[in-house]
């Protein structure tokens, strides 16, 4: 089993940035990649990207290539998302998610974070 507990969500002005951490415990050895996916009410949880944990390579949606980066720190077991250039439509929930690959289906994720809560004002 793994735990994930995320946090650093919060209120931005647009084109502010976060960070939002996602702390893993637990079976860490079983996690090859983790991903961040985001959801607003009324619609389906949508990828944002992912880091296959070993490696540290990545892959993001189109809408945040180039303002978001993802990346670990495997000595704190820790994933962050650095959201830079942030746009009212990055308003969400905002969840961490590990796995034993690198996907952008949220189904094939085993694990999941508690969700912070990150609103982009305009």
């Known amino acids: 089993q793994v735990q994930l507990v995320e946090s650093g969500g919060g209120l931005v002005q647009a084109g502010g940035s976060l960070r939002l951490s996602c702390a893993a415990s637990g079976s860490i050895f079983s996690i090859n990649a983790m991903a961040w996916f985001r959801q607003t009410p009324g619609k389906e949880r949508e990828f944002v990207g992912w880091i296959r944990w070993r490696h540290g390579s990545t892959y993001y949606r189109d809408s945040v290539q180039g303002r978001f980066t993802i990346s670990r720190d495997n000595a704190k077991n820790t994933g962050y998302l650095q959201m830079n250039s942030l746009k009212p439509e990055d308003t969400a929930v905002y969840y961490c998610?590990?796995?034993?690959?690198?996907?952008?289906?949220?189904?094939?994720?085993?694990?999941w974070g508690q969700g912070t809560q990150v609103t982009v004002s305009s």
């Open positions: 998610a590990a796995g034993s690959r690198a996907t952008p289906y949220r189904a094939e994720y085993d694990y």
